[in-house]
């Protein structure tokens, strides 16, 4: 857990609607020895784990998940909202509060049985990052990982993702 990390995120009240404290990382990314050090938190955990593939998800997932996929010398997957990757997809879909969601990864997008690390900067109620996954495990990929910059601990995200490693940078209580 690291402090300086911490205390850069910024709570903003009610956005994107009444009763949401979003997390705000920009401060963190506009620094870059805060950003690099959240990269080489993720960086440390997998090195030397044979990963062959860092999976993130749309869209500030993608900001830590190419940069970790590049100091690892492991490919990139974007997983993207349904209608935004060009070749043919696998898609998953799950609950939010109102109504659903739609996430998809190209179905080439691993080798079968590729080590694949999932990243994305927040873990809320897990939905987002199990339907990630199933993702993955359709195209081919085994899941060695689940990792979050920020994780709502008062949220039942991990027991979504029971089964899986999971790990998060910052814990919000
Ligand atoms: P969930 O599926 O509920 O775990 O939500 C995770 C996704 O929603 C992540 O991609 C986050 O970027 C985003 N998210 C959910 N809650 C917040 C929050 N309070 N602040 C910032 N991002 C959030």
């Known amino acids: 857990m690291s402090a300086r990390l911490s205390a850069a995120i910024r709570d903003v009240p009610d956005f994107p609607k009444p009763g949401i404290m979003f997390k705000d990382i920009t401060p963190i990314l506009g620094q870059p020895e805060l950003f690099r050090e959240a990269v080489e938190i993720f960086v440390a955990r997998h090195q030397g784990q044979g990963l062959g593939k860092v999976a993130a998800i749309d869209a500030r997932g993608f900001i830590f998940g190419g940069a970790v996929a590049q100091r690892l010398d492991v490919g990139f997957v974007p997983i993207r909202k349904k209608g935004k990757l060009p070749f ?41 990052a199990a339907a ?3 993702l993955v495990e359709r195209a081919g990929g085994v899941v060695v990982g689940l990792d979050f910059l920020i994780e709502l601990t ?3 995200g991990r027991q979504k993702l029971a089964g899986y490693p999971v790990f998060a940078a910052i814990a919000v209580a």
């Open 132 to 134: 990630a996954a199933r």
């Open 154 to 156: 008062f949220l039942p």
């Open 88 to 128: 043919q997809t696998y898609d998953e879909s799950y609950d939010l509060e109102y109504g659903s969601n739609t996430i998809s990864v190209h179905v080439d997008a691993f080798t079968p049985g590729e080590k694949v690390l999932i990243l994305d900067d927040l873990l809320a109620t897990g939905g987002t």
